[in-house]
């Protein structure tokens, strides 16, 4: 199925974070196939993003869960008034029940303020939701903070962080552009500001000098 140009751009965004903060020590997909019962080789999930931690990452066109290794965290960004879902919601908690994450992340782009993050953990082989509150919440898997803030053009979107507060956010990939330019700005600036400082000094110490008498 087709999907909206906002769900490509966060969905975009998203791996291109985890990217940042996995690869290459681990494996990250993006809406691949990813099979999970060998005996029923039709059984899939195509998963937003997902990472397999401990798997140096490495190219693959469809994922073999029995060849790669179950995916330890996976995400999913729901948008369903631009791009149609292939499967029910619930269809897919028991798929990824069935698939052995660890962790599962849902963002849902259109939910009401504190309804938009909702994560379930793999618990005694159980598949329980977790409570979040504020649209805020760890990534048990990853060690970072989940939460909601703006993305590309768009005011909402799922976000990493690497501290507890947010304010510390992973980047993506045009994020780590302008800030690699602004940095270089900034260091053109004090260049030019500190070689202005030693060109005043210097007139000041010229001026300082006692003339020679002719």
Same mark, same amino acid.
């Given at each position: 199925? $087709? ?7 966060? +969905? ?6 985890? +990217? ?8 990250? $997909? ?10 029923? !080789?039709?059984? +899939? ?7 397999? =931690? ?12 029995? /060849? ?9 960004? =729901? ?10 919601? /619930?269809?897919? =908690? ?17 939910? !009401? ?25 760890? +990534?048990?898997?990853? $060690? =970072? ?11 909402? $979107? ?51 000098? !006692?003339?020679?008498? !002719?």
């Amino acid at each position: 199925m $087709g999907q909206g140009r906002r769900h490509y751009k966060l +969905c975009k965004a998203l791996y291109e974070m985890l +990217c940042a903060v996995c690869v290459p020590e681990h494996t990250v $997909g993006a809406d691949q196939f990813v099979y999970f019962d060998a005996a029923a !080789p039709r059984r +899939c999930l195509a998963p937003d993003a997902f990472v397999t =931690l401990r798997v140096p990452d490495h190219d693959f066109d469809s994922y073999l869960v029995w /060849e790669e290794g179950t995916p330890d965290v996976a995400f999913e960004v =729901l948008s369903p008034s631009d791009t149609p879902e292939r499967w029910t919601f /619930e269809e897919k =908690l028991r798929r990824y029940h069935a698939l052995g994450v660890r962790e599962l992340v849902t963002f849902h782009v259109d939910a !009401p303020e504190g309804e938009r993050l909702r994560i379930w953990d793999r618990l005694e082989q159980d598949f329980v939701e977790r409570e979040v509150t504020g649209d805020t919440s760890p +990534c048990v898997t990853l $060690g =970072l903070t989940l939460l909601i803030g703006p993305v590309d053009k768009y005011p909402t $979107g799922l976000r990493l962080a690497r501290d507890a507060e947010g304010r510390d956010l992973v980047l993506t990939t045009d994020e780590q552009r302008l800030a690699a330019e602004a940095a270089r700005e900034r260091a053109e600036i004090a260049q030019n500001s500190a070689e202005e400082r030693v060109r005043e000094l210097e007139a000041k110490l010229a001026a300082a000098r !006692p003339k020679r008498k !002719p």
